[in-house]
Structures are given as structure tokens and as C-alpha cells.
């Protein structure tokens, strides 16, 4: 059993700040890559920013140079730091991770977390 638990959301004002975390708990042998993906009313989920387990990273380019996503690979925990919040990063964000249950890793499993809200309004 793996469980993926996100905290950090909540309500901010246009050029405010918020940070994101999530934690993967449960039988976990490794994690390769961790990420953020939000979902907007009306619209398909979609990747906000992506860090493989080396520190590889990729952002999209709408949050690029004001999102920062990290990770601790002992503890099993993504962040995302969101500066310089718009209105249109509004959404229910959520974290997902490539997880290996046993030393087999020639495959692994997808977990996703409950999701957090985030609204950037005036």
C-alpha cells in the first residue's frame, strides 16, 4: 500500500506566493520521477513541472523561472515553491510519483495524491 499525501494549498492574491508539498508513504523500495500536475474547471489535467530522481528537471513554460519543484529523496517528498502566482494558475493541484515496490525495477507503479486547491484571486 502506497499513499501520496499533498498539503500546502489554499487562497492567494495575484503576485503572492505559495509552497507545495507531498509525501509518499507505504511500501516503497525507490521513486524515479516525481511530479506536479494541476487541473483547472473545464480543463484536462496537465504537468506543471516534472524531477527525476538525479535532479533532472522539467517545467512547463507558462510556470517557468516562477515555479520551483525539489525533492528529498530520504524522506519520499516532492515540493513545489509557486512565486509570482497569476489567476490563471488557479486549480486543484496534484502530485504524482513513479514508485518501485521491490528491487525489481524494471517496471513501476503510478501513484497519484488526493489533489490541493489552489486559487489565486484579488
Known amino acids: 500500500q502506497v499513499q501520496l499525501v499533498e498539503s500546502g494549498g489554499g487562497l492567494v492574491q495575484p503576485g503572492g506566493s505559495l509552497r507545495l508539498s507531498c509525501a509518499a508513504s507505504g511500501s516503497i523500495f525507490s521513486i524515479n520521477n516525481m511530479g506536479w500536475y494541476r487541473q483547472a474547471p473545464g480543463k484536462e489535467r496537465e504537468l506543471v513541472a516534472l524531477?527525476?530522481?538525479?535532479?533532472?528537471?522539467h517545467y512547463r513554460d507558462s510556470v517557468e523561472g516562477r515555479f520551483t519543484i525539489s525533492r528529498d529523496n530520504a524522506k519520499n517528498t516532492v515540493d513545489l515553491q509557486m512565486n509570482s502566482l497569476k489567476p490563471e494558475d488557479t486549480a486543484v493541484y496534484y502530485c504524482?510519483?513513479?514508485?518501485?515496490?521491490?528491487?525489481?525495477?524494471?517496471?513501476?507503479?503510478?501513484?497519484w495524491g488526493q489533489g490541493t486547491q489552489v486559487t489565486v484571486s484579488s
Open positions: 504524482k510519483a513513479n514508485i518501485f515496490r521491490t528491487s525489481d525495477t524494471s517496471s513501476y507503479q503510478s501513484y
Open positions: 524531477i527525476s530522481r538525479g535532479g533532472n528537471i
